[in-house]
């Protein structure tokens, strides 16, 4: 057997990556994809490994030599790479193609090694690896039958989005036999490329050849490997993520803040939302709406604040409507320029915009970091504060204060002339959540120093909308901010998103029940994991401390790097005083089964 790796191209969409190297020359995670593909194929038993160059071929050449950790190296040169494209690289190795089995690989992939084994141990003697279709994925698509054969190659311009679920992605990476390239792959190669010329792409030989009743060329489709193909600096970027070590991979998922999408295989235990709405039917009338709403400019603040007071009953000059509740939390610290008193651990966005010296800390003095209206009046009650911030439920505690007494910290800070934040992003998580918020006419005219934060995101399980609302009676305070803000903060779908979810309303109130109830049923679950101890919990995620066995480092890094889970390790936050503490986000029953599975095999 030999392998024979396509490296000819010019790789022009890595940019400065590219100029004056090969596209397999770019590193990822500080090793160039050819030292990765050649120490991986120097483990199998392989008579050669071939190696189609050309753009900047010489340098590859020099760089490589013609052994490399104990595999003949042979190069084969294609010179006018810059006006053919891979089928012609492909046609000037064919003599190499007829002489052995191939493996047959592009040079702009990344890999675990298991990659090979898959391929290698498959009995069929010719093999397309397929991966089933992510949304990361470009490129040829094929539909395979029950006995994964081919019985289409999908081109770009024949994709169709709605027949995603039918796709498999190719991976680039072949076995075929000698006899496949003798008898089938090589004439029609050759009579391919004298019919349509070289600027063609190899695959579209196979798309002819699974044409023939005697193909016998098969799919086999990946059974979770990682791989990544790299064509531009976005995909290196995500390549070293996925193929990051173990000790670093943490911290580059954790600097992305989000955008997990882009890695359809990672359970996302960190951030925070409801596993239960929004309902089929409300993302239904917003794709339907999609072509307008992606077309056409949001409206200005004037309209937005209309739509969030008509969404939480208030009146329109008493929200401000921000993209996501992150914009107003900046907005609104720069306002308040005396000290402002912190219950810690909390919400960092907040102390984390204003100088430390101005922050004055409450941590409460147990294990469970709970505390209480008279807790925080007793500790405060003697600060010189102009500035109290309370997160309710608490994050990442879960710690709850209810409505009534909420009332009486507003009384009390509005006798001493301390403005109260209060947010309430997770209120509708808590048990008597409906009644609990703050956010009404009557509550904020009677209490003209309390500001209430809510996120959309949270609750409402709509984070990619980034929408959030400020509310207070303090009316010269809302004008300023809706001036501070972009006129157009808020795009056309999260405002076409607030004026229909009246007609959901109940049924968002029916998804906090069913959350409340998949709560329970977790915080018992994760009772029965000995290392931890759960806090129990009036928001959609709990509070854990790791009490034997691992440090929270090491449990979040084995949770992530063994079973591509990701939680929050706790450890690192102010108050925790490098304690060994975990937060881990409600999911639905499937995806918390899952993580209790994964815990009790720990």
């Known amino acids: 057997m030999q392998a024979l790796i396509l490296a000819a191209g010019m790789g022009k969409r890595l940019g400065d990556l590219t100029k004056g190297n090969t596209k397999c020359m770019v590193k990822v995670n500080e090793v160039t994809l050819i030292d990765r593909v050649l120490g991986q194929l120097s483990k199998l038993s392989l008579d050669r490994i071939i190696i189609v160059i050309g753009y900047e071929g010489q340098k590859l050449r020099e760089y490589v030599g013609d052994r490399y950790m104990g595999k003949d190296i042979v190069y084969v040169e294609n010179p006018i790479y810059n006006k053919t494209n891979n089928i012609y690289s492909l046609a000037l190795a064919k003599d190499y193609l007829i002489k052995d089995d191939t493996i047959l690989l592009e040079s702009d992939l990344i890999f675990e090694d298991s990659i090979f084994d898959l391929l290698l141990d498959d009995p069929n003697p010719n093999v397309a690896l397929v991966a089933k279709y992510e949304p990361w994925m470009d490129g040829t698509m094929v539909r395979l039958d029950s006995d994964n054969n081919i019985v289409n190659f999908v081109p770009k311009k024949a994709f169709r989005y709605e027949d995603i679920d039918l796709y498999y992605k190719t991976v680039n990476v072949y076995k075929f036999s000698k006899e496949f390239s003798l008898h089938q792959y090589v004439p029609f190669l050759n009579a391919y490329c004298e019919a349509l010329g070289n600027n063609e792409y190899y695959e ?23 791989w990544y193909e790299i064509d531009d600096i976005q995909d290196l970027d995500i390549a070293e993520t996925v193929f990051a070590d173990s000790d670093k991979k943490l911290s580059r998922y954790q600097k992305r803040f989000g955008g997990y999408w882009r890695f359809p295989g990672l359970l996302d235990f960190c951030y925070l939302v409801n596993p239960y709405f929004p309902p089929k039917k409300l993302k239904d009338e917003l794709k339907t ?6 077309t056409e400019y949001p409206s200005g ?3 937005n604040s209309l739509l969030a007071g008509k969404y939480f009953g208030i009146k329109q000059d008493y929200v401000c409507v921000g993209n996501g509740a992150a914009e107003l939390i900046k907005s609104l610290m720069t306002k308040f320029d005396g000290n402002i008193g912190v219950i810690y651990p909390t919400f960092e966005e907040y102390p984390n915009r204003k100088d430390k010296q101005k922050i004055i800390p409450y941590i409460p003095d147990n294990k469970n970091y709970s505390y209480t209206c008279d807790d925080i009046i007793n500790f405060f009650g003697n600060k010189d504060i102009e500035t ?7 994050n990442p505690s879960g710690n709850f204060i209810c409505k009534q007494d909420l009332l009486l910290l507003a009384s009390w800070a509005r006798e001493k002339k301390i403005t109260l934040v209060v947010d309430e992003s997770f209120v509708d998580f808590a048990s008597n959540g409906k009644e609990s918020t703050l956010i009404k006419n009557e509550v904020l005219e009677s209490n003209y120093n309390l ?9 409402y399980g709509v984070p990619g909308l980034r929408l959030g609302i400020v509310a207070t009676a303090n009316k010269e305070l809302i004008t300023w901010m809706k001036k501070d803000v972009s006129i157009w903060n808020i795009n056309s779908f999260g405002e076409y998103y607030m004026q229909i979810f009246g007609k959901y309303e109940s049924q968002y109130y029916k998804a906090c029940e069913l959350f409340k109830a998949e709560r329970q049923r977790f915080f018992n679950k994760l009772q029965e994991i000995s ?3 759960v806090i129990p919990s ?8 790791v009490i034997n066995k691992y440090s929270s480092k090491e449990l979040t890094e084995i949770l992530l790097n063994k079973y591509n889970i990701l939680i929050k390790d706790c450890g690192t936050k102010s108050a925790f005083e490098n304690g060994n503490y975990i937060r881990i986000a409600v999911r639905d029953t499937n995806d918390n089964n899952r993580l209790i599975e994964v815990l009790k095999e720990l």
């Open 301 to 303: 603040m004037g309209i």
């Open 204 to 226: 579209q030989v196979l798309r002819v050849i699974t044409l023939l009743d005697n193909c016998n060329l098969k799919a086999r489709p990946l059974e979770g490997q990682k």
């Open 451 to 459: 500001i209430v934060v809510k996120s959309i995101s949270k609750s």
């Open 388 to 394: 109290l911030l309370l997160i309710n439920p608490d």
């Open 538 to 545: 009036q928001a959609n995620y709990f509070l854990c401390e």
């Open 531 to 533: 290392f931890i101890r």
């Open 289 to 294: 709406n999609f072509d307008v709403l992606l």
